[in-house]
């Protein structure tokens, strides 16, 4: 479960900004839209949150540092060598920014204890790494480690309470690998909820995520289509059935003048290898004979709902948290609020999945849809630099017209739109 993410100088993001999950006291749809745990010092969370602001507002960024954060927990020990550079991207409009790290850190709650763990890191090197642990309300930091550059050493430290090889794990970290993910590595059990908590519980749509060979793999079990389809139709789209089957990926079906070193590189990662492909059935109007539609002869709505259809169902039936990037694209207003609805229901969502997306449909600005403490606002200030805020910062009244006060620019994050002369 989440419950605070923070980013430093990240792309359009230049000071520290915090997305916070915690809900307020409100108690208007307290009981759909947040949830308690059992867990001491963890207070109220929410279920889902809305981020919305103009185009270029830095929404997407946003949803890339914690993708950035998730792939350099699972893929740092693992991918490269000592000396390979990290491809990490600090503010550029501003030249000390530029050469300062990148500052990623998340609250969250794994296996009944909660985490408080980040890092920061350059072009080059981590430079600050850093774990504390809650069991049981009380904080016990496990591990820091810093780098002096004036110095041009690393200073480590360990607190009592952490459980392992010291010396080996520390002197087996790379410079530019997080010890988290090198330990896990290893086999030190004691982290291992942390990293599973990256690996196994964050999902990402839209900023290079799930796609939808996704959803076509949940559908290769008969119990697993039939969900698919339950879903789709449940958003009135009256598809009859669909047919799974799995092709084997064969270089010849790529394009004849795709360069040769970018074929090289997916015939490592795909030839031979199986993927399954999905087609469409739908009835025909006075027979019982089905139509098959591949996916390209269906809407890109349709198209965008099947993508969604199985990490949907993963999160709710997991308790994963799922971050999604525009999720109104190519979708009417009542498909998206039907999703949104489904993560705010506790009969259905038991686990406490969380939704963390961005969008444009105002429709959702609605108080019987969300609190309002689950929406977001990021605009731009004069530096070019993006700003993260909730609309608790306006105290709006209960009940207010959220979408009309948005629309008229009560609470900021509107693109500027000036006069054009043809």
Known sequence: MLIEFSVTNFKSIQATQTLSLVASP???????????????????????????????????????????????????????????????KPFLFNTVNRTEPSEFEVLFLQEGVRYQYGFAVNCTRVTHEWLIAYPEGRP?????????????????????????????LQETTRSNALFLSTAVQLNNEQLKPVYNWFHQKLRTIGVGGLGPTYSASFCKTEAG????????????????????????????DLPSDMPEPLKEVIRKELDGKETPEVTFLHTMSGSEELVALDPDDESVGTRKLFTLAGPWLDVLDNGHVLF????????????????????????????????????????????????????????????????????????PRKGEALEKGYLKGRYGALPYIGDVRF
């Open 26 to 88: 409100a108690t208007e749809l307290q009981e759909q839209n947040s949830f308690t745990t059992s867990e001491n010092g963890v207070p109220r969370l929410l279920r889902s949150v809305a981020i919305y602001g103009p185009n270029a507002s830095g929404k997407s960024n946003l949803l890339e540092a914690i993708d950035f954060m998730e792939s350099f927990v699972t893929e740092s020990s693992k991918e490269g060598q000592e000396g390979e550079p990290i491809d990490v």
């Open 140 to 168: 016990q930091r496990w591990f820091e480690r810093e780098y002096d550059t004036a110095a041009n050493k690393e200073s480590w430290y360990f607190g009592s309470k952490f459980k392992g090889h010291k010396t080996v």
């Open 324 to 395: 999604v990037d525009e999720l109104n694209n190519s979708m009417h207003p009542l498909m998206v609020r039907f999703l949104i609805g489904l993560i705010n229901n506790p009969r259905i969502n038991r686990k406490n999945a969380q939704l963390i997306f961005s969008t444009h449909d105002t429709s959702v600005l609605d108080n019987e849809l969300l609190r309002r403490d689950q929406i977001w606002f990021t605009e731009k200030d004069a530096a070019n630099a993006t700003r993260l805020y909730p609309l608790s910062d306006f105290t």
């Open 225 to 252: 289509r039939k969900r698919i389809l339950d879903l789709l139709n449940a958003a009135d789209l009256s598809i009859a059935d669909l047919k799974v089957e799995m092709m084997k990926f064969d270089l010849t």
